[in-house]
Structures are given as structure tokens and as C-alpha cells.
């Protein structure tokens, strides 16, 4: 339908050229709502020079420390608010909690797309579990995470419509944040149509990985498991930025595989594509992954992928 005049502020955490679940879905749905005739702007986090004002993207600095991060999201997202119709979240934190105060302050609705999971990503991010993500919701929780349960309950209250991208999120929702059947909508993520690129020789022998660098990425197995390939002319190469990337790169060094094992910087998504397709395969081994972009990504391109249930 036309969305002719309805303003969008879409705010995200992370947004090309970080690389990411919500930093693909939230450039491409900026595309695909600006052709139904809306007007968007994306507020993200980010490094200063990703601001992009002729393309309405604003970006607030990660470098400070996480208060001044969120109340300088907070007070953008405030100053956006006056223009737009709704804001679209795309996590339950770091965007959302500062989206959601400012909403409430403007009187706007807020609308949350979930991705992955906050609450489950900090608890493993945190070493408090290595639970895939529907055991860990079974699972006792210590008292920062009956917390970080009830933070995570009183802002979805607040948030007017949910868009889950799978029945198995939802069904988690349902019972453990008690949301009422009225505020959920399922959109499951689409199987892209992918422009033909042409495949780079780059990185023809090699294995491939994508996406932040954090511990429900499984990647410290990932690289233990490579380090048993006798095949020395297959390479492992990760693309990606995170808190986990100087354990990795220990790892890799204690291993003996740094001649084999390679740790690259986030890279634009069409690059990516282009590697990706020369590759041999690609490889998501997350403890849980939800509808993921790039998996489906891989199966428009033909691409084999291995990834957990």
C-alpha cells in the first residue's frame, strides 16, 4: 500500500558499513519504504564520519562511555521526533530504550522489529550462559538477569506493534515478556533477490564468516575446529568488528594458524557479496541464529552455508 507522506525515523544500532543482521535489514527497508513514497531518516550508532545529511543518516559516536551514548541517542532521536510519524527500532536496547523515552515524550508510536535477542546476547556476551537461545530462556537466571528480564518487559510494554521475522521468537515472547497477541506481527524475512555479481577470486580456497564479533558467534569453536582441516591451502577468513576480536586473534596465534586464519575489517556489503561468492562456503556457526540476512543472502546466491539447527 502507499505510504505516501508517513515520516519514518528508523533507529538502529548498527548500519552499513557495519555488518549485520540489522544494519543490512534497516538499509534495504529504508530502500524499499522510500519507493512506497515515505519519508525516512536513520539515527544509528557509529564513528562520526558515517553521518551521511545528504542521505538523512545521522550517526552518534560510540566513543564515549555508555550513558553519554545512550543520552546523546536519546536527546537526536528527541529532536527527530517532531518530524516523524512513527519510529522503527531495530533492538531492545541501546536504540530502543533512548527511542522509546523520546516517543514517549513526543507522544509518537514506536514500532520494534526484532532481530536477535538482547537479553540472551548479554547474558552470553557476559559469560553467563552458552545456552542456545530457547534453552536459555528455560534456564534459572542470576539476579542482573532478572533485572535486565524486567527492564526488557517494561519497554516492550511501551512499544506499540512487534514485528518477529519467525513463529520461534514470538512463541519465546509470548511466554516469558507476556505480550498480548495484539501487539505481534509476523513478517518473515524475504529471500532477497540478489544482483549478479561477479564472483572474486580472492578468496577461492577459503571459508567464509561474516558479522560481529561476539561470543554467541561461536567463533572461538569455529577456529578450533578449523585448526583440524589438514588442507593448508584452505584459508578461514572473518569479516567483522567487536569486543571478542583480540581473544580471537590470541587464539589464532596459540593455535599456529596465522597463516591460515585471517581477521579482515568490516568491508561494503557488495565487496562482501563478491567474496562470498567466490568463496568455497560460507559459515555462520552462532550458538542461535534467527532468520539471518546474510544465510539467506547465500541461498539467492547459490552458496553453500553451514549454520546451526
Avoid at 505516501?4 to 524499499?32: C, M, Q, R
Avoid at 533512548?98 to 514517549?104: E, N, R, S
Avoid at 577470486?201 to 589438514?230: H, M, P, T, W
Wanted: charged share 25%.
Amino acid at each position: 500500500s502507499s505510504g505516501a507522506g508517513v515520516k519514518v525515523l528508523i533507529a538502529t544500532g548498527i548500519y552499513p558499513p557495519d555488518i549485520g543482521g540489522p544494519a543490512i535489514y534497516s538499509f534495504f527497508l529504508k530502500a524499499e519504504l522510500l519507493k512506497l513514497g515515505c519519508e525516512v531518516k536513520i539515527i544509528t550508532f557509529g564513528r562520526e564520519d558515517y553521518a551521511d545529511f545528504k542521505n538523512n543518516i545521522i550517526s552518534v559516536s560510540r566513543k564515549n562511555n555508555i550513558l553519554a551514548r545512550y543520552f546523546n541517542f536519546f536527546r537526536q532521536v528527541l529532536r527527530l521526533a517532531d518530524w516523524a510519524d512513527i519510529i522503527y527500532t531495530l533492538d531492545l536496547l541501546s536504540a530502543c530504550l533512548p527511542a522509546v523515552l523520546a516517543a514517549a515524550r513526543k507522544g509518537k508510536k514506536v514500532v520494534f522489529r526484532t532481530g536477535g535477542d538482547f537479553l540472551w546476547e548479554k547474558a552470553c556476551q557476559s559469560n553467563w550462559t552458552e545456552l542456545p537461545l530457547a534453552a536459555y530462556y528455560e534456564a534459572k537466571k542470576n539476579l542482573w538477569e532478572k533485572i535486565l528480564l524486567s527492564l526488557c518487559r517494561w519497554l516492550l510494554k511501551r512499544i506499540n506493534l512487534i514485528i518477529f521475522s519467525t513463529e520461534f521468537q514470538a512463541k519465546i515472547y509470548r511466554k516469558y515478556y507476556k505480550l498480548p497477541e495484539a501487539k505481534i506481527k509476523l513478517v518473515p524475512n524475504a529471500l532477497p533477490e540478489m544482483e549478479t555479481v561477479s564472483p572474486s577470486a580472492d578468496y577461492r580456497q577459503s571459508i567464509i564468516f561474516a558479522g560481529r564479533l561476539i561470543k554467541l558467534k561461536n567463533l572461538e569453536r569455529l577456529i578450533k575446529g578449523f585448526s583440524k582441516v589438514k588442507d593448508d591451502k584452505c584459508q578461514l577468513i572473518i569479516f567483522g568488528q567487536g569486543p571478542e576480536r583480540e581473544n580471537l586473534v590470541k587464539l589464532i596465534g596459540k593455535l599456529n594458524l596465522n597463516k591460515r586464519v585471517e581477521i579482515k575489517e568490516n568491508i561494503q556489503h557488495q565487496e562482501l557479496v563478491s567474496f562470498i561468492s567466490g568463496c568455497k562456503f560460507f559459515v555462520l556457526p552462532s550458538l542461535t541464529e534467527i532468520s539471518p540476512n546474510l544465510g539467506l543472502e547465500c541461498l539467492s546466491l547459490r552458496k553453500p552455508i553451514i549454520l546451526t539447527q
